[in-house]
């Protein structure tokens, strides 16, 4: 296997959460870690699930690697060994702790011991004779994994993860398409990473920066058609512009230091504070089953930011607004089909769900 192209494939699942198939990542089809459609590998809902218990893009991916069962089994035994001389220097408890930590990995252990087993005990060298045996083979993981020799407190920390690993039922994804509609159905897997680098070639499933196969002829619309994140909050401004085309003041977004505070008016008239504009799109991802990767959404608000500099949204008494120029160019031209003719689901959901919560209220 090569280790150095198999990880960077695995960065780029993490960032992109689809990437070309490579005969390396088998292993992680067989878990339902990854699925294959078109030859190429997509994350699963199961691998969104087992990433957010790291708090490290590297423990991640490191842990992924050790679902491959010759590697694992290595690693048992490796760990065993350092059980084992913990035992002979009269420390029981080094032995304790490998079987209450480890046992979904007990079975194989025990196999291990009978091969080793002597009349007067296990034979510790029997054991570092057959894991020598193996450290050629290995040694690109160990260093790529470890920085060197596996040692007995990092190998417990991922193959701890690995035994937690709970498979679920794979959630079928849906072709990506090209309307704003299709690209934002119920369970579509969508990359949280705002500084994402674009990708030349569109993605088949998951939603990321990518560049359009499509033609903007507005060049200044081209920018959020291409980010995610940046289209969805140009649409919350869309939308809160339309409740008051409507006589409606439902929702506002409001300067706040560096952030944005969503404002919302309850059927009685009075407003409140719903949240940061985070706290209101992590919800709205939940309400639609958006699976969102490799971590939760934050820092919207530089969103907001970007389309002030871009000129595409404005700041009016501390509110983010849409300048009645750019109102214009969405009504007025051919940006209104892709734009706003084929967002009039999503924008929809949006409606129904800022009316519900302020009902809630």
């Known amino acids: 296997?090569?280790?150095?192209?198999?990880?960077?494939?695995?960065?780029?699942?993490?960032?992109?959460?689809?990437?070309?198939?490579?005969?390396?990542?088998?292993?992680?089809?067989?878990?339902?870690?990854?699925?294959?459609?078109?030859?190429?590998?997509?994350?699963?809902?199961?691998?969104?699930?087992?990433?957010?218990?790291?708090?490290?893009?590297?423990?991640?991916?490191?842990?992924?690697?050790?679902?491959?069962?010759?590697?694992?089994?290595?690693?048992?035994?490796?760990?065993?060994?350092?059980?084992l001389k913990m035992s002979e220097a009269d420390d029981l408890g080094g032995m304790e702790v490998f079987v209450s930590s480890l046992p979904k990995f007990s079975g194989y252990a025990i196999s291990v011991l009978a091969e080793i087993k002597e009349v007067n005990g296990f034979s510790i060298s029997r054991l570092e004779k057959r894991i020598n045996q193996q450290e050629s083979q290995y040694q690109s993981f160990n260093r790529l994994i470890f920085d060197g020799s596996p040692h007995y407190l990092r190998i417990m920390f991922y193959l701890k993860h690995v035994q937690a690993y709970k498979q679920e039922k794979v959630i079928e994804d849906i072709d990506l398409g090209k309307k704003i509609d299709d690209q934002w159905q119920k369970g579509r897997k969508i990359s949280t990473n705002l500084i994402l680098s674009t990708l030349k070639v569109r993605p088949l499933y998951t939603l990321v920066p990518s560049i359009l196969e499509r033609k903007i002829e507005h060049p200044q619309f081209q920018h959020i058609f291409t980010y995610p994140w940046k289209l969805f909050v140009f649409l919350c401004c869309i939308v809160r512009e339309n409740f008051e085309a409507q006589g409606v003041q439902a929702i506002r977004f409001q300067v706040v230091g560096n952030g944005v505070d969503v404002l919302l008016t309850a059927s009685n008239h009075q407003e409140f504070r719903y949240g940061n504009f985070d706290e209101f799109a992590i919800e709205f991802c939940k309400v639609n089953q958006y699976l969102l990767f490799p971590n939760e959404l934050r820092n919207l608000h530089t969103v907001f930011h970007n389309l002030v500099e871009r000129k595409l949204i404005t700041i009016v008494d501390d509110e983010y607004r849409l300048p009645t120029t750019i109102e214009d160019v969405i009504y007025h031209t051919r940006l209104y089909i892709p734009l706003i003719a084929e967002s009039k689901q999503l924008r929809g959901r949006l409606e129904q769900w800022i009316d519900e919560l302020r009902e809630k209220r």
């Open 1 to 83: 296997m090569d280790v150095k192209k198999t990880y960077q494939i695995l960065e780029g699942l993490l960032d992109y959460g689809e990437m070309p198939c490579i005969a390396s990542l088998s292993f992680l089809e067989k878990m339902n870690l990854l699925e294959l459609q078109q030859d190429r590998y997509l994350i699963t809902n199961n691998w969104i699930t087992y990433g957010n218990q790291f708090q490290s893009k590297k423990d991640h991916l490191f842990s992924i690697l050790c679902f491959m069962n010759d590697y694992q089994k290595y690693l048992v035994e490796v760990t065993l060994l350092t059980a």
